[in-house]
């Protein structure tokens, strides 16, 4: 198994899908799967896709829909801001942002929330790590540059420190963040690995926004596929992830190992790397770039896509002990419930597209997880249980969700 193929979308879906069928066979130790439930579940995405994208138009599942929380534009302030550049280095910007935000999208736990002084929002979760990381952004917290707040780049964020982190999260001891070390660990080994990749980050003033001008300089006929910005995300990041299984002296960032799987049991997610692929997408789009191959990139296994699965019963868990405690990220609970996850979003992907008498073209996986998946599993959640915890809890360290 070489590392290649590893950091492939291909081997996600294949090495997942070995973990399906035998799911299908009851033949795991943690999970079953229930496939007369798979209609019912995509009947219920389906509902929550029509509550919220009436005329089916629906954008990509990406970090960008997080930063409009509460119904405020804040995109279109940071683009009022931007307006003044030429449109490549307003990718540029927007790129530092997407990058910075989503390797600080771990889960927060339940106790957190923001209140932006802008608005008096308060917020939780996912969209008030968003907003939090936008206003970061804006004051300049991980630029180095004090005539330049809207950037991020590498001795912006070597140097920054757990007590400013902290502080643009607003935690404290009424308002604890879960995993704010290794969020700031993310970010400091982010800038130290934007010097190590100069044809990616640029060798003069190296920050993620160089992507863009990388990407340019690959693109052919204007067009450039998703899989190449993944596989460009993963090389350039590989090494930011912490304690990670290696191949080849190469850390393999969201790569765990399960008894079944042969091949050292190796599977990838990359569920960071992916949904920060999405997120790169819509940039590019501005500037006039086509995105191919979108689906060729797998659902996102976190939190709320297995969530959903597990709740509306097309997953079943063994034991009730797996509900009960909390589990380890490289445990094979996890690791069974994140590869079902990914194919069970095929799965219900498929049914969705029937029903709707659309192509994958027309309805590609990440519009089905905006629509969709992911607030489906947030719905659920908040109807079955107080504060919508999600199904199983998991020991974060706040690097992978």
């Known amino acids: 198994m070489t590392l290649a193929y590893l950091r492939s979308p291909q081997a996600i879906r294949d090495r997942c899908n070995i973990l399906y069928e035998l799911a299908c066979q009851d033949k795991l130790q943690h999970f079953r799967v229930d496939l007369s439930q798979l209609e019912t579940t995509a009947d219920y995405v389906l509902q929550v896709i029509r509550e919220h994208y009436p005329n089916l138009d629906i954008p990509f599942h990406s970090r960008w829909q997080h930063f409009e929380v509460g119904g405020i534009s804040r995109i279109a302030q940071l683009n009022a801001q931007l307006a003044s550049l030429p449109p490549i280095e307003q990718a540029k910007a927007k790129y530092d942002l997407a990058i910075i935000s989503v390797l600080l999208d771990?889960?927060?736990?339940?106790?957190?929330?923001?209140?932006?002084?802008?608005?008096?929002?308060?917020?939780?979760?996912?969209?008030?790590?968003?907003?939090?990381?936008?206003?970061?952004?804006?004051?300049?917290?991980?630029?180095?540059?004090?005539?330049?707040?809207?950037?991020?780049?590498?001795?912006?964020?070597?140097?920054?420190?757990?007590?400013?982190?902290?502080?643009?999260?607003?935690?404290?001891?009424?308002?604890?963040?879960?995993?704010?070390?290794?969020?700031?660990?993310?970010?400091?080994?982010?800038?130290?690995?934007?010097?190590?990749?100069?044809?990616?980050?640029?060798?003069?003033?190296?920050?993620?926004?160089?992507?863009?001008?990388?990407?340019?300089?690959?693109?052919?006929?204007?067009?450039?596929?998703?899989?190449?910005?993944?596989?460009?995300?993963?090389?350039?990041?590989?090494?930011?992830?912490?304690?990670?299984?290696?191949?080849?002296?190469?850390?393999?960032?969201?790569?765990?190992?399960?008894?079944?799987?042969?091949?050292?049991?190796?599977?990838?997610?990359?569920?960071?790397?992916?949904?920060?692929?999405?997120?790169?997408?819509?940039?590019?789009?501005?500037?006039?770039?086509?995105?191919?191959?979108?689906?060729?990139?797998?659902?996102?296994?976190?939190?709320?896509?297995?969530?959903?699965?597990?709740?509306?019963?097309?997953?079943?868990?063994k034991s009730n002990r797996i509900l009960e405690q909390a589990h380890q990220v490289d445990s094979e609970v996890i690791v069974e419930w994140r590869s079902l996850t990914v194919i069970l979003l095929d799965k219900i992907a498929q049914v969705i597209r029937k029903k709707l008498q659309l192509s994958e073209t027309e309805l590609p996986l990440v519009k089905v997880l905006q629509g969709g998946t992911w607030t489906a599993g947030r719905k659920i959640a908040a109807e079955l249980r107080p504060g919508g915890i999600p199904p199983i809890q998991i020991d974060s360290d706040g690097t992978v969700f």
């Not at 979760?125 to 917290?141: D, H, N, Q, Y």
């Not at 080994?189 to 863009?212: A, C, E, I, M, W």
């Not at 850390?251 to 997610?269: E, K």
Request: charge should be negative; glycine fraction near 12%; hydrophobic fraction near 35%.
């Open 106 to 317: 771990a889960g927060a736990g339940a106790a957190w929330k923001y209140q932006e002084a802008e608005t008096g929002g308060t917020y939780q979760r996912s969209e008030g790590l968003a907003v939090a990381s936008l206003r970061m952004f804006e004051r300049g917290l991980f630029s180095s540059s004090p005539q330049n707040h809207l950037q991020a780049d590498a001795e912006g964020l070597k140097s920054l420190t757990e007590s400013r982190l902290a502080a643009g999260f607003q935690v404290s001891s009424d308002n604890p963040l879960v995993g704010l070390s290794g969020r700031l660990q993310l970010l400091q080994k982010l800038g130290q690995s934007l010097t190590h990749y100069p044809d990616y980050f640029g060798s003069d003033h190296p920050r993620p926004g160089n992507l863009v001008s990388y990407f340019l300089s690959q693109a052919e006929n204007k067009q450039i596929s998703a899989s190449f910005i993944f596989t460009t995300i993963l090389t350039g990041l590989g090494e930011i992830w912490p304690g990670r299984l290696t191949l080849e002296g190469v850390n393999l960032g969201d790569v765990w190992q399960h008894s079944a799987l042969p091949d050292a049991g190796y599977i990838p997610f990359h569920k960071l790397s992916q949904w920060l692929t999405y997120s790169l997408l819509e940039p590019l789009q501005e500037i006039g770039l086509e995105i191919t191959q979108l689906n060729a990139l797998t659902g996102l296994p976190e939190y709320r896509n297995g969530g959903l699965c597990l709740d509306l019963g097309l997953l079943q868990p």
